[in-house]
């Protein structure tokens, strides 16, 4: 045998262990996909903060340079340069954008091992059945095993999310931290209590120009 094939005759002995805990079948098989559901969470936990940690650099980098375009964007409003502002404001749109996305694309980091779940699921249980109390348009009188993992999961995730700021490294955030120096975001509510643009902000300016001269 391969080394894929070992691979997976110890995944499989390892996932279906849990199934086997209790000799009734049906208790057995709503343990062991409890268990399972507990380790695509953890999974999902732990490949999503080594998915944060690499990418922090360059999600700060976005963050960043979105925040400095939406401020000069705004900066432009306040002294009526139009052209400045539609300028600024597209770059911020533009930088706003693939924070979004990288964030998105990032956070499906904790869904992944649901799918390969399912995947195994199939080969061990394809032919189990549920049958409901009534019948339901399009899907008929019984449910398959997929009808049992993906609610089990999504209350998993929200128990994990009760349980994680009670344990160790779990309970720190893995998000993109802020970077010294970076610019406080300039909101719209700022300027309505001020009745203009907070004098901070034009001293950041300042400082910034004087940066650069020296």
């Not at 999902?44 to 998915?51: D, I, K, N, Q, S």
Request: aromatic share 16%; proline share 4%; with cysteine.
């Amino acid at each position: 045998m391969n080394i894929w094939t070992n691979l997976y005759i110890f995944i499989d002995s390892f996932l279906i262990a849990p199934y086997r805990v209790f000799e009734i079948p049906i208790i057995g098989f709503y343990f062991g996909t409890f268990i399972l559901c507990l380790w695509c969470v953890l999974l999902g936990e732990v490949t999503f903060r080594l998915a944060t940690l690499v990418n922090r650099s360059y999600m700060n980098k976005l963050r960043g340079q979105a925040v400095k375009m939406h401020n000069l964007s705004i900066k432009a409003i306040v002294v009526k340069d139009k052209e400045g502002y539609r300028a600024c404001n597209k770059q911020a749109n533009e930088a706003f954008g693939k924070y979004f996305f990288n964030m998105i694309t990032q956070g499906a980091a904790f869904l992944w091992p649901v799918p390969f779940a399912l995947g195994w699921m199939a080969t061990r249980f394809s032919q189990v059945e549920f049958e409901l109390l009534f019948s339901l348009p399009l899907i008929g009188d019984t449910v398959g095993f997929a009808a049992v993992m993906i609610p089990m999961y999504i209350l998993c995730r929200i128990g994990w999310s009760k349980l994680k700021p009670h344990l160790f490294f779990f309970n720190r955030d893995p998000g993109v931290g802020l970077d010294q120096g970076e610019e406080e975001m300039i909101n719209w509510e700022d300027i309505h209590k001020h009745r203009g643009l907070p004098q901070r902000f034009w001293q950041n300016r300042d400082k910034q120009e004087s940066d650069k001269r020296d």
